[in-house]
């Protein structure tokens, strides 16, 4: 091939992540991470702050992820301070995929509790990838101010996120039981249950925590 030749594909490909088509984009993304450039790194994290689809998003994290993290991390880390939530949010995610532990100071408290969901959840996962072994129970203290956040969703994000963590969460959880405020107290201790028995489905989890909540017992306690 020559440099003329790839020079128009190139171009093509870059162009391809702006078109009208989502199909378009989607196939421009998969071509550009199928043949990793670093022409195409700064590009692809602009996209990924704007990119309506999910599907091109997902695509546009994995030709990300193509890439050698020297490339792209600086663009990503930029992006997670980012105005726009989106922006935040897919540069997190990309990060978690890459997962590189050099991202590790740029997961704060802040990202932690965004008040944007998606932001918050994909920090959340980004965490449990990143974080050093040692600063595992200050992440699980951080996390646990969230219990009790949001719908099922978002509350069975946390919970999978802090059992990533392992028994360095009981404490904090043990906190959130005996001195949070009532949803907080069902969604930790649904979590521990989990913990322990990772088969126990987290609707039937919130349900019993709930009862426990209610009549200050659990099940065997009661009978």
């Known amino acids: 091939m020559t440099m003329a030749t790839h020079d128009k594909d190139t171009m093509r490909a870059l162009q391809g992540l702006e078109d009208g088509s989502s199909s378009v984009r989607l196939r421009a993304a998969l071509a550009v991470g199928t043949a990793p450039d670093p022409r195409f790194v700064d590009k692809l994290v602009?996209?990924?702050?704007?990119?309506?689809?999910?599907?091109v998003r997902e695509m546009l994290t994995w030709a990300l992820t193509r890439h050698a993290p020297s490339l792209t991390l600086p663009g990503l880390l930029g992006e997670v301070r980012s105005e726009r939530a989106q922006a935040r949010s897919q540069a997190l995610h990309t990060l978690s995929k890459i997962g590189d532990r050099r991202a590790w100071p740029a997961i704060t408290r802040e990202l932690l509790s965004d008040a944007d969901d998606e932001v918050a959840r994909s920090a959340w996962r980004a965490a449990g990838v990143l974080v050093p072994e040692e600063e595992r129970a200050e992440l699980a203290k951080v996390l646990a101010t969230q219990l009790g956040r949001g719908g099922r969703e978002m509350q069975l994000s946390l919970s999978r996120a802090l059992i990533a963590l392992g028994e360095v969460i009981l404490p904090m959880l043990g906190t959130a039981t005996t001195r949070g405020a009532p949803a907080a107290r069902r969604?930790?201790?649904?979590?521990e249950r989990l913990l322990h028995d990772p088969d126990a489905g987290f609707e039937l989890s919130i349900e019993e925590?709930?009862?426990?909540?209610?009549?200050?017992?659990?099940?065997?306690e009661g009978q």
Do not use: W, Y
């Open 209 to 220: 925590a709930k009862r426990v909540v209610v009549l200050g017992t659990t099940s065997q």
């Open 46 to 55: 602009e996209r990924c702050a704007s990119e309506p689809d999910f599907s």
């Open 187 to 191: 969604h930790a201790i649904a979590t």
